[in-house]
């Protein structure tokens, strides 16, 4: 393990509020060693910052993307307490550019930041781009009737009337959900992007560290309507990934699933975040749990001219 790694895997290790997706332990259960770096900025041996990637190699170019079933990346900024605005601002430019003059020379960059980093001035400045995408985060979990009763009407009649035919189960077999989500976009004349090994590889993480579960619903003969796979750490709970058998889709399954998720992430942490959707259909259906609509920043550059010629 590389010195820099061995300091961030350090710094986590005492720093439980770094979100699960930016964490050593998140990058190193879920890549080779040799698929992912992560960049540190430091001051008297105290880490002030840090943005982990993974590099993709794809013919000739060499990138860094958003990494599968990992919905946010970028820079975690490691503050002060008790720090002045002004001075805030002037930690997170220096910080910030720190990071950004150490990325690597690739292709193309490209991640999706977490809905706390609001300052990508210093990414600005050294020409790359922003996207604002939008997630629904359910800011208190702690009064479930109120949180209930913020779900649109449609939400509610549709749990109301999945409850009276389907039960709820915890289950440990996330090929079901692989095979599930194989079905569902061959239906559509699609290849399903994830793979079986990264899926495992995934929930294998979260079970060993007690940190996601998922979720069945299903019929009295047995027929599995639904499945979600959310997780949580100390900040959130999030919705990663899930799917419906097409003949059960209007069952009210997935609806049932999220509200129970949701009960189930307030005897464990603050939040509940759905990490939204740019499709209009599951961004209105996102919507309709009555959650905060928050934006968050994608922030890509492309510096091959061949990737950028291909790309237009």
């Known amino acids: ?7 961030y895997k350090q710094f986590c290790a005492t720093n439980p509020f770094v979100t699960m997706f930016l964490s050593y332990d998140w990058y190193n259960a879920m890549f080779d060693d040799a698929e992912w770096e992560v960049v540190i900025v ?13 590099i993709f190699k794809k013919k000739t170019f060499t990138m860094i993307l958003p990494p599968v079933l990992t ?23 220096e910080v910030v550019s720190d990071i950004v003059a150490q990325l690597p020379e690739t292709d193309s960059f490209q991640q999706k930041f977490l809905p706390e980093f609001t300052n990508w001035l210093p990414f600005y400045w050294s020409d790359f781009k922003q996207t604002t995408r939008y ?13 209930f009763a913020d779900f649109r009407d449609n939400i509610r009649r549709e749990i109301r009337k999945a409850e009276k035919s389907l039960s709820i189960e915890t289950i440990t077999d996330i090929n079901l959900l692989y095979d599930m989500k194989v079905e569902a976009y061959a239906m559509n004349g699609e290849v399903y992007p994830i793979s079986k090994e990264a899926l495992q590889r995934t929930f294998k993480y979260c079970l060993d560290t007690s940190c996601g579960e998922l ?18 750490d100390k900040n959130s709970a999030y919705y990663l990934h899930g799917g419906t058998t097409p003949v059960f889709k209007t069952s009210g ?7 129970e998720a949701i ?50």
């Open 1 to 7: 393990m590389s010195e820099t790694k061995e300091k």
């Open 42 to 54: 430091e001051k008297n041996d105290n880490i002030l910052g840090f943005l982990p990637y993974q």
């Open 71 to 93: 919905p946010y990346q970028g820079v975690w900024i490691n503050y002060p307490e008790e720090q002045k605005y002004t001075n805030r601002l002037s930690f997170e430019k």
């Open 135 to 147: 997630t629904y985060i359910i800011e208190d979990l702690f009064d479930t009737d109120k949180v």
């Open 215 to 232: 979720l069945a619903a299903k019929d009295e003969d047995g027929n599995i309507h639904s499945l979600l796979f959310y997780v949580w």
């Open 253 to 259: 399954s997935m609806s049932l699933l999220l509200w």
């Open 263 to 312: 009960k189930r992430s307030g005897t464990k942490t603050k939040t509940f975040n759905f990490e939204g959707s740019m499709v209009e259909s599951i961004e209105r259906y996102f919507r309709a749990f009555g959650g905060r609509q928050v934006p968050y920043f994608e922030i890509s550059k492309t510096n091959s001219k061949l990737l950028k010629l291909l790309k237009h």
